[in-house]
């Protein structure tokens, strides 16, 4: 069986053959194998490997096709035994190898191994009993060198032949590192770029986590706003049936009181006729002059003037325009919710300008919160300082869209707004809304009221603002007010044109205000 496995061997590979083809010096290899050793002649001198024969052109591969059924067969026929145990040469008794000496083509355990290395400086490799495969089917050697230029394992001999007199030939363990000194560098790169990789793709699966997250806000708010929306509707469509219902009943009443009058009308006018009718028939003349014509006349006139002015004014039916004049209302503080409630952009950062604030009141340390306090805080006297209970922002805004949320605790007196810097910081045009550089909300006893430059407008809306946000488009000239609470709800809007930068502007009275965070304002969404 060994005699068949070694004609069965490749002189190139060393192993069994596989897609055998003959050349026409009638010499054996893998086609595989032979291929690549022609193709990787420089000086494109093509010679047989085993024989050295010389060839003019590339000789043409010839597949061997009893060898290869014959290869066939071998491979099936050899036992499954990938790792066979391999034992020390030089113990009595079995004893397991730890390496293998190429020169001497012994297997050694550790005991003998220690002796071996003291002696000689040989090539040692792992367990095997394969060196017949190590070594050259041309003079029978050790395959100790590596030829860089052919890319392939030679023996002492080979690398003295005439063939590779110019060619750089290594020792195999030499060749061997430099070969493993390039695989480190590209398995260096491919470390780098696998991390980098990684990276990337911790880097994609975040945003795809901050995705599905905000989707699943998204989707819950829009779900929210959708309910809202529902139940606002509802409350729209109730509002107008109830409207419809009491204006029918109103025009109802309206006709039946004037069928009731004309019916009491058509009774007296019975009377007055069965009255004419038994003059008519009687045959005094001298009573039949007597009756008065006037009365008579003068009773059908009046129930015809009674009766015109009532017809004219119920004729025409229902007044449809309270009822369109309302679903408009309805409808449009309900989109302008919706477009409000879909504008995304962040908050601004906006801090208390300690400076300004009057004497009454007290700052927070991170200048987001501002209380009325009744002790007299013994405060710098500035120009900017505000003589009533009143503060703005640090910062300002000359463009642009912005808007900031105002948490504000159950009090009838608060005020928010925006102002110009340039206004007045005492007396009776200090107070926001007061002039025509301030622009405010405000909620008293009265109810919520808008004013500017002294001017009030009170407003249809009565329930309670616990945190309210203004919405400041300096281009376009707008400043709305809306109620933060499930959802935004429109409470104002001041259209006019901005001259000068505006600041955040607040007044406080027996009370706090706090201005939201970006942090909050998503905890709290």
Same mark, same amino acid.
């Given at each position: 069986?060994?005699?068949?496995?070694?004609?069965?061997? %490749? #002189?190139? +590979?060393?192993?069994? @053959? /596989?897609?055998?083809?003959? !050349?026409?010096?009638?010499? *054996?290899?893998?086609?595989?194998?032979?291929?690549?050793?022609?193709?990787?002649?420089?000086?494109?001198?093509?010679? %047989? #490997?085993? +024989?050295?024969?010389? @060839? /003019?052109?590339?000789?043409? !591969?010839?597949?061997?096709? *009893?060898?290869?059924?014959?290869?066939?067969?071998?491979?099936?026929?050899?036992?499954?035994?990938?790792?066979?145990?391999?034992?020390?040469?030089?113990?009595?008794?079995?004893?397991?190898?730890?390496?293998?000496?190429?020169?001497?083509?012994?297997?050694?355990?550790?005991?003998?191994?220690?002796?071996?290395?003291?002696?000689?400086?040989?090539?040692?490799?792992?367990?095997?009993?394969?060196?017949?495969?190590?070594?050259?089917?041309?003079?029978?050697?050790?395959?100790?060198?590596?030829?860089?230029?052919?890319?392939?394992?030679?023996?002492?001999?080979?690398?003295?032949?005439?063939?590779?007199?110019?060619?750089?030939?290594?020792?195999?363990?030499?060749?061997?590192?430099?070969?493993?000194?390039?695989?480190?560098?590209?398995?260096?790169?491919?470390?780098?770029?696998?991390?980098?990789?990684?990276?990337?793709?911790?880097?994609?699966?975040?945003?795809?986590?901050?995705?599905?997250?905000?989707?699943?806000?998204?989707?819950?708010?829009?779900?929210?706003?959708?309910?809202?929306?529902?139940?606002?509707?509802?409350?729209?469509?109730?509002?107008?049936?109830?409207?419809?219902?009491?204006?029918?009943?109103?025009?109802?009443?309206?006709?039946?009181?004037?069928?009731?009058?004309?019916?009491?009308?058509?009774?007296?006018?019975?009377?007055?006729?069965?009255?004419?009718?038994?003059?008519?028939?009687?045959?005094?003349?001298?009573?039949?002059?007597?009756?008065?014509?006037?009365?008579?006349?003068?009773?059908?006139?009046?129930?015809?003037?009674?009766?015109?002015?009532?017809?004219?004014?119920?004729?025409?039916?229902?007044?449809?325009?309270?009822?369109?004049?309302?679903?408009?209302?309805?409808?449009?503080?309900?989109?302008?919710?919706?477009?409000?409630?879909?504008?995304?952009?962040?908050?601004?950062?906006?801090?208390?300008?300690?400076?300004?604030?009057?004497?009454?009141?007290?700052?927070?340390?991170?200048?987001?919160?501002?209380?009325?306090?009744?002790?007299?805080?013994?405060?710098?006297?500035?120009?900017?300082?505000?003589?009533?209970?009143?503060?703005?922002?640090?910062?300002?805004?000359?463009?642009?869209?912005?808007?900031?949320?105002?948490?504000?605790?159950?009090?009838?007196?608060?005020?928010?707004?925006?102002?110009?810097?340039?206004?007045?910081?005492?007396?009776?045009?200090?107070?926001?809304?007061?002039?025509?550089?301030?622009?405010?909300?405000?909620?008293?006893?009265?109810?919520?009221?808008?004013?500017?430059?002294?001017?009030?407008?009170?407003?249809?809306?009565?329930?309670?603002?616990?945190?309210?946000?203004?919405?400041?488009?300096?281009?376009?000239?707008?400043?709305?007010?809306?109620?933060?609470?499930?959802?935004?709800?429109?409470?104002?809007?001041?259209?006019?044109?901005?001259?000068?930068?505006?600041?955040?502007?607040?007044?406080?009275?027996?009370?706090?205000?706090?201005?939201?965070?970006?942090?909050?304002?998503?905890?709290?969404?």
């Amino acid at each position: 069986m060994a005699d068949l496995a070694a004609e069965l061997t %490749c #002189p190139i +590979c060393l192993d069994i @053959f /596989k897609d055998p083809v003959t !050349l026409r010096c009638g010499h *054996n290899f893998c086609w595989k194998c032979i291929d690549h050793a022609l193709d990787s002649k420089r000086s494109r001198v093509y010679m %047989c #490997p085993q +024989c050295r024969k010389r @060839f /003019k052109e590339r000789p043409a !591969l010839t597949k061997n096709t *009893n060898l290869s059924n014959i290869a066939e067969q071998f491979h099936s026929a050899q036992p499954d035994n990938d790792d066979p145990e391999i034992f020390c040469n030089y113990c009595d008794l079995p004893s397991p190898a730890i390496k293998t000496c190429m020169q001497c083509e012994t297997s050694m355990c550790e005991r003998h191994l220690r002796s071996h290395n003291r002696s000689v400086r040989h090539t040692l490799i792992d367990p095997t009993t394969s060196l017949a495969k190590r070594r050259c089917p041309i003079h029978n050697k050790i395959l100790g060198y590596y030829c860089t230029v052919d890319g392939t394992c030679i023996c002492l001999s080979c690398a003295m032949a005439k063939e590779h007199w110019e060619h750089q030939v290594d020792p195999l363990m030499e060749a061997s590192e430099k070969k493993k000194e390039e695989l480190r560098k590209i398995l260096g790169a491919m470390n780098v770029k696998t991390e980098e990789t990684e990276r990337k793709v911790q880097t994609l699966q975040e945003e795809i986590r901050k995705v599905q997250e905000k989707a699943n806000v998204v989707t819950r708010r829009v779900q929210d706003r959708f309910r809202l929306i529902v139940r606002e509707l509802q409350v729209l469509e109730e509002t107008l049936i109830r409207d419809i219902f009491q204006m029918k009943e109103q025009q109802l009443n309206a006709y039946n009181e004037l069928i009731s009058d004309l019916q009491k009308q058509n009774v007296e006018l019975l009377k007055s006729k069965c009255h004419i009718e038994e003059l008519c028939n009687m045959t005094d003349p001298y009573i039949v002059l007597q009756e008065k014509q006037s009365g008579v006349g003068s009773s059908c006139d009046s129930i015809e003037e009674e009766r015109r002015p009532k017809l004219l004014h119920n004729a025409g039916g229902l007044d449809l325009h309270p009822i369109s004049k309302t679903l408009q209302i309805g409808l449009g503080d309900i989109m302008e919710g919706l477009n409000f409630w879909f504008y995304t952009q962040k908050p601004a950062n906006i801090y208390l300008d300690i400076n300004s604030a009057s004497h009454h009141l007290q700052m927070s340390d991170d200048l987001k919160t501002v209380t009325y306090v009744e002790s007299h805080h013994n405060l710098p006297d500035k120009d900017e300082r505000f003589g009533g209970d009143q503060v703005i922002s640090t910062r300002s805004f000359s463009s642009g869209r912005h808007y900031w949320e105002v948490e504000i605790r159950d009090s009838e007196n608060w005020g928010v707004g925006v102002c110009y810097s340039s206004m007045d910081r005492k007396g009776d045009q200090s107070r926001l809304g007061c002039n025509n550089k301030s622009w405010c909300l405000q909620r008293s006893h009265n109810g919520l009221v808008a004013e500017h430059n002294g001017h009030s407008c009170s407003l249809p809306y009565r329930t309670f603002c616990s945190r309210v946000r203004v919405y400041l488009d300096y281009n376009n000239g707008r400043l709305s007010f809306y109620e933060v609470s499930d959802a935004v709800k429109h409470v104002y809007t001041i259209s006019t044109t901005f001259t000068e930068p505006l600041h955040a502007a607040f007044m406080v009275q027996n009370n706090w205000l706090r201005i939201k965070n970006w942090e909050e304002r998503l905890k709290s969404a």
